[in-house]
């Protein structure tokens, strides 16, 4: 089973910039389409993005125009690039392929704070 470790979340004020990054323990080629996903204090995880294998990408409403999901599959790499963060993009962010659901392994995500 592939595994994802995500990384590059950090503290920013309201309007900045972050990019965030997801590795796989092993190829990611064979997902056709992988997701980023946050989760909220006390709200359940939703997913933001996602990214097909064929570089197509899809966002919630609340992040379009703002993020940009991405993917590398020669290096087993997905990015989410975020810019003109707001504050209730707060959240723990993860990546795994579409349609994780409970049962299935979730790396540690990656904290995104922002603040006014």
């Known amino acids: 089973q592939v595994q994802f470790v995500e990384s590059g979340g950090g503290l920013v004020q309201t309007g900045g910039s972050l990019t965030l990054s997801c590795v796989g323990s092993?190829?990611?080629?064979?997902?056709?389409?992988m997701a980023w996903y946050r989760q909220a204090p006390g709200k359940q995880r939703e997913k933001v993005a996602i990214?097909?294998?064929?570089?197509?990408?899809s966002y919630v409403d609340s992040v379009k125009g703002r993020f940009t999901i991405s993917r590398d599959n020669a290096k087993n790499m997905l990015y989410l690039q975020m810019n003109n963060l707001k504050l209730e993009d707060t959240a723990v962010y993860y990546c795994?392929?579409?349609?994780?659901?409970?049962?299935?392994?979730w790396g540690p995500g990656t904290q995104v704070t922002v603040s006014s």
């Open positions: 092993g190829r990611i080629d064979g997902f056709f389409v």
């Open positions: 990214v097909f294998d064929t570089g197509s990408t």
């Open positions: 795994n392929p579409n349609n994780a659901g409970p049962a299935d392994y």
